[in-house]
């Protein structure tokens, strides 16, 4: 496996927020049942809850055994102390920077043709203009070997996603609740499975000083 490779901006760190507060019901469970095999893409904007949702999924995959990377297509990058907050096993989670789209594309396409992961991360930001060719190949190699390829973007509801051949959209939000503690909320705004509608809903603890 190649070195590990992150970008530690902190500021980074308004996006993710700890562990669940104990005994929060939730609408559905969020967990990677739902997007095995599947291209998906969660949304948000601003300080959103989507980097809580991604490394939700990734602890839920850590805890299956299943291996999981997360591939950069911007210069900054997540929080890794919050990460580790939060469940997340960083020793045995590589993440990748890559210098754009074009090269991230290709990084997540060798990975996904090893099959040797469950869960794939593409944090593609704003970038979010990806080929056609590049999203046929990705969500083909996402289904044959049965990998969960999630892609996070910067973008408002009403904005189209990332692409046709996308089999889940969600887009997360967050809400401070009066005693501090926020409520994360994913909204399926495109499901070619289930349809529309779903929603997971988490109280979360957000990183010392986080308001």
Same mark, same amino acid.
């Given at each position: 496996m190649p070195a590990i490779v992150m970008s530690l $901006? +902190?500021?980074? !760190?308004q996006d993710l927020l700890g562990p669940p507060a104990a005994e929060q019901p939730r609408d559905?469970?969020?967990? $990677? #049942? %739902?997007?095995? #095999?599947r291209f998906v893409e969660i949304s948000g904007e601003g300080a959103s =809850?989507?980097? &809580?949702? !991604?490394? @939700?999924l990734v602890v839920d995959a850590q805890e299956r055994g299943e291996n999981v990377a997360w591939v950069?297509?911007?210069s900054d990058g997540f929080y /890794? +102390?919050?990460? =580790? !907050? *939060? *469940? %997340?096993?960083? *020793?045995? $989670?590589p993440v990748v920077i890559a /210098? @754009? $789209? @074009?090269?991230?594309g290709r990084a997540v396409t060798h990975l996904l043709r090893s099959g040797a992961f469950g869960l794939l991360v593409l944090d593609l930001g704003g970038d979010a203009d990806v080929p056609s060719p590049l999203q046929s190949r990705l969500a083909g190699l996402a289904q044959h070997h049965g990998t969960a390829l999630l892609c996070l973007t910067e973008k408002p509801s009403e904005a189209p996603s990332i692409g046709s051949l996308v089999s889940l959209r969600a887009e997360a939000r967050r809400e401070v609740a009066p005693d501090g503690t926020?409520?994360?909320s994913l &909204?399926?705004?495109?499901?070619k499975r289930r349809g529309p509608g779903a929603n997971f809903i988490e109280v979360c603890h957000g990183p010392a000083g986080l308001r």
């Open positions: $901006l +902190p500021e980074a !760190a559905e469970r969020w967990d $990677l #049942g %739902v997007i095995e #095999g =809850a989507a980097l &809580t949702s !991604a490394f @939700g950069s297509a911007r /890794p +102390p919050d990460a =580790a !907050a *939060g *469940g %997340v096993d960083l *020793g045995a $989670l /210098p @754009g $789209l @074009g090269v991230a926020f409520r994360c &909204t399926v705004l495109k499901d």
